[in-house]
């Protein structure tokens, strides 16, 4: 493992075998539900199965689980991509969905938000994509998850996107790879 800011250890993560752990952060640093935390356990499984999934933990001297950051090269036919694609093409961006790696959750522990940890997590995972370029989405509002993911380079390919489940709308964003560092 390599060392990170906030005194955590970022490494490989088995995210299959530590779903429950992994959502409990996700559902402490975003707001989730149980019923959502349900959802979101066999959305994960699910994703962890395709090609290229991968995976990296931020983790405590216990090992305990602080933050994760997982992806995969991106896939037309998923249902994230069939969501995005006519907001996109709406704004001539839908070439992104192509050779790009996909940030499919980004989640920090509210304990060890600002010191680093998410940057070093998608960084990493980023590092290790052979695609040009990679996508994600966010909730279409001014947040630290924004501003940082601006600070590397990300920029807003469509904005005002509404997914089925979720009540908020989202900002889709793409950034060419490597990432930008400070």
Avoid: K
């Amino acid at each position: 493992m390599v060392p990170s800011p906030a005194g955590l250890e970022i490494g490989p993560l088995d995210l299959g075998a530590r779903v429950d752990e992994a959502l409990r952060v996700q559902a402490v640093a975003f707001g989730l539900s149980e019923e959502e935390v349900g959802i979101r356990r066999y959305i994960v499984q699910r994703h962890m199965t395709c090609p290229g999934a991968r995976a990296l933990g931020a983790f405590t001297e216990d090992g305990a689980l602080a933050g994760f950051v997982y992806g995969m090269p991106n896939d037309r036919t998923h249902w994230w991509s069939t969501v995005v694609q006519p907001y996109l093409r709406a704004t001539g961006n839908d070439g992104w969905l192509d050779d790009s790696f996909v940030i499919t959750e980004l989640h920090v522990h509210p304990g060890f938000q600002g010191h680093g940890v998410g940057r070093a997590l998608i960084t990493r995972i980023t590092d290790t994509a052979t695609e040009p370029r990679s996508i994600l989405s966010a909730i279409d509002t001014e947040s630290p998850a924004r501003a940082l993911y601006r600070s590397l380079g990300y920029a807003d390919l469509a904005r005002q996107v509404h997914f089925p489940s979720a009540s908020l709308p989202y900002a889709v964003m793409g950034a060419r790879l490597p990432l930008l560092r400070r």
